[in-house]
């Protein structure tokens, strides 16, 4: 079952679940660098929080990224909401 950087399981995605994922379900940022490529040509743009996990060589977000929430899920606005953003921000060592 893939889980794309972001913390998203692909299990609970309908493009997923349906077969209809053009690029085969998300991964991990440090594996992400075809699958960015395949967003790209397929959809025309990349995910930004992917794209940054790959760039920092980061697996999981929420999980390894010491600066989670960070300016790119608060400015991308994908995959989640300020507010529940701002939960995450409680929960972040001082």
Do not use: H, W
């Amino acid at each position: 079952m893939p889980t794309g950087a972001c913390g998203i399981n692909c299990d609970v995605c309908i493009a997923y679940v349906t077969g209809k994922c053009p690029i085969g379900g998300c991964t991990e940022g440090s594996k992400a660098l075809e699958k960015l490529e395949r967003q790209k040509k397929v959809l025309g743009f990349t995910c930004p929080v992917l794209e940054c996990a790959a760039r920092r060589g980061i697996s999981y977000c929420l999980r390894d990224c010491k600066e989670f929430p960070c300016e790119v899920f608060y400015r991308s606005e994908m995959p989640y909401s300020k507010k529940f953003l701002d939960i995450f921000a409680y929960f972040k060592p001082k």
